[in-house]
């Protein structure tokens, strides 16, 4: 028995699908309230707004405060440090360390929520909220994890060059610290890449966050060359979108930079590259297409212990009168 031949996956193809439903879900017909609710969505699952604060300080010179004008020109030691630094400096680092939690948790649970307004093409927070509670929980568990070992393996390995740069005998030679984050680096994008899927997959099957990112990895270990050029066009489009914005935010006055406001600003951008991926995905069978909840919401139940209805018997043809 010959082997199943295995799909062809396009490139460009799901990026005229998503272009196709970027359009027909936001200009037929604009809504101004279903583009406003998808738009926080959008925020939640991207935080694709480019804001950001231009904070300067003080402009008064006797409101800054100075290490060296308060002891004499005498550089920082610990020695020296009034005895507030050290529990002040720590319930910052918790306070940093909550809020960052806080801002992965509420991404992964939009995530869910931007996926679900486009699969089912509907402005909705409060019914996707509910309903993926349980895989939105997940995916933060798995985001947090994976966010604590980039902290400490990048911040390692940034200390490491920290050293290097500073101190006259070096722990490690140069040309082994740069091999080790070039492939650092490598691995980050192959990590991303799989993180971009799996929500996806999470939406279709309704599994674990584990299990998701092995089917990932399978695919991309199957045809890793299609998922390079995915990854490679990918980058270009973030690119251009990231051109689009910083034009947006100079053509707005920054309006478009402010958090929300840019992201409804430029919800066409968002959600065609939050919809590439799904369309790219759907390729690899029904196990991956998204929509495929909705099609399997819209069949109707069949009867219980019924036969299936014979089909009606044609019409009796009457013989033609004699001539």
Known sequence: MDDPIPPRIEIFAPFGEAFELTKRMLFQPFEIAKWLVIGFAAW????????????????????????????????????????????????????????????????????????????????????????????????????????????????????????????????????????????LFLLALIVALIMKFIVPVMYRQRCDALSAFRQVWGLIAERPGVFVLFGLFYIVLCVAAAMIGFIAACATCCIAAVPYVGTVILLPVVMFLYSYPLCFLRQFGDSYDVWAVVKAAELPPAPPNEPPSEPPMPPIQQPPPPA
């Open 44 to 183: 939640l699952a991207t935080f694709f707004s480019g804001g950001g604060f231009n904070y300067r300080g003080f402009q008064n010179q006797d409101w800054k405060w100075s290490w060296r004008s308060h002891h004499q020109g005498m550089p920082f030691s610990w020695q020296n440090a009034p005895p507030w630094v050290v529990p002040v400096g720590i319930v910052l680092l918790c306070l940093v360390l909550v809020f960052v939690a806080l801002i992965l948790w509420l991404n992964a649970r939009g995530r869910f929520m931007f996926a679900d307004c486009i699969v089912r093409n509907r402005g909705a927070v409060v019914e996707p909220w509910r309903e993926y509670r349980v895989e939105g929980n997940r995916f933060f568990v798995l985001q947090l994890v994976i966010s604590l070992c980039s902290l400490i393996v990048f911040g390692g390995l940034a200390l490491l060059f920290f050293l290097h740069v500073t101190w006259h005998n070096a722990i490690a030679p140069l040309a082994l610290l740069i091999l080790f984050g070039v492939t």
